[in-house]
DNA sequence: CGACGGGTTGAGCGCACTCAAGCGCAGTGG
DNA sequence: CCACTGCGCTTGAGTGCGCTCAACCCGTCG
């Protein structure tokens, strides 16, 4: 764990942002010299439930999971962040405690703002504020669909729906359309505690959509697409 | 369905809308005259999805449901909407349209303002704004903690946890640990579908938490909870 | 080398689903 | 008032899908 980033000059950083997206040049400068930067390692925990989190982390580089242990001992994953993501906007908004645990599943730098300053952020660059609402009102529509996945679609349905999640994620349009391979952001028994099913059961049907021609597999963690369509179907 | 509210008068009903409960008697004013009022029978549709949806959209009294049908047949529930949640903030701040429907599961009195409104009223009182990141991170954790029981959760559980959130939903604290009754919001093939089971299971899960104690049943659509430990553990 | 993590494969089982029938109650109309 | 109808709920029987448990493979790392 460092307190600096290598990769990234610092109003670069800043710009890669979303939420800050809208900013014109001195404006970043500004936002720059809020943020904080830290790197986690492959396995490390940037957040634990229940934890005092008071700001908000924007992910830089790097993917991570959320994910909730039951009482029975099974981990539910709720969200994979991508480069851009943020988290702990719970903390910024209302007096409550985030109940989910963030996992690096590779190397991760992120950015940090603290709550103090982000709130006088926000009172400079109202624009900050829809920008963060858009992302809510987006987070709750990947919410939603995740729950119609889990909740009454069948296992292949769910299995054909985060492959193509992951896809667009990490390939843009015409990418995905000529079958462009990527790499899954988690193994098999990642992916099970993503859509609620046991690790074997995405083993076999990986490799049934792999016979059945509609993937292939690279090793294990890369995929190509090679029938869209079926994966769409059903 | 008519034009006009009969039950309301016009600031108290604005007045019980929690995104305007910071405003003073002279600024709900101003929002009332904003307001359009409406009526639904039982069962019928509020909106459907894919539908223009410019504006905000109240619930006054009465309860109603958010629901997508899959492909496969089947209905998801995704909330219940109770006196005082909104929906449709999603049209307000991003270009895209909402994909579920909503439909009155008993009579429903609503308010509704427009986008453009809207958008007027939040420059005005900057306050709304934040009211609404509560309710969309409240929300988002709602969702959340739906995902960890449909996803990792067995289906006693389940049951366990519906029971509960509708209990706390339909009284107050102290009335819950005297085990007043309530009613149930969904019929079984509605709770069936919001936890992500068959109506035949809620069914029999039910019959077997009164077997136990745990639970009493009057008629089909009042309960009591007699056991709130019992529901909570699992 | 052995240990270990991640992945695959097979056998068997149990739980919730499917399908089907019957019950009870509310509303309707003669 | 009763018969009729329809809806929601219950109950039973049988089945199938995904889970559990266990063994094994393979590549990596110390």
Redesign the pocket.
């Known amino acids: 764990m460092s307190e600096t980033c290598i990769n990234c000059g610092h109003s670069l950083c800043a710009r890669r942002v979303p939420i800050f997206s809208k900013l014109d040049g001195k404006e970043i400068e500004s936002v720059v010299t809020l943020i904080r930067r830290k790197h986690f390692d492959k396995g490390e925990n940037l957040f634990f439930e229940g934890g005092e989190l008071q700001g908000l982390i924007i992910i830089n580089r790097g993917r991570a999971k959320a994910y909730i242990n039951t009482p029975e001992g099974k981990e539910q994953i709720l969200h994979i962040f991508f480069p851009g993501d943020f988290f702990g906007e719970k903390s910024l908004f209302v007096d409550k405690k985030t109940e989910y645990n963030v996992k690096a599943v590779e190397p991760v730098d992120i950015c940090m703002i603290s709550k103090k300053d982000f709130q006088e952020l926000i009172k400079k660059y109202p624009g900050i504020t829809s920008k963060i609402l858009q992302e809510l009102v987006n987070r709750i529509d990947r919410l939603e669909s995740m729950i119609e996945n889990i909740g009454a679609k069948?296992?292949?349905s769910r299995i054909n729906a985060v492959l193509l999640e992951f896809a667009q994620k990490s390939l843009d349009e015409n990418q995905i359309d000529s079958a462009a391979q990527f790499e899954l952001p988690l193994?098999?028994?990642g992916i099970a505690n993503y859509i609620?099913?046991?690790?074997?059961?995405?083993?076999?049907k990986?490799?049934l959509l792999q016979e059945e021609g509609v993937i292939q597999?690279i090793g294990?963690?890369k995929i190509k697409i090679l029938d869209k369509n079926r994966l769409k179907s059903e």
Request: overall charge positive.
């Open positions: 069948s296992v292949d193994n098999r028994e609620g099913v046991t690790r074997e059961t995405v083993s076999r990986l490799n597999m294990n963690k």
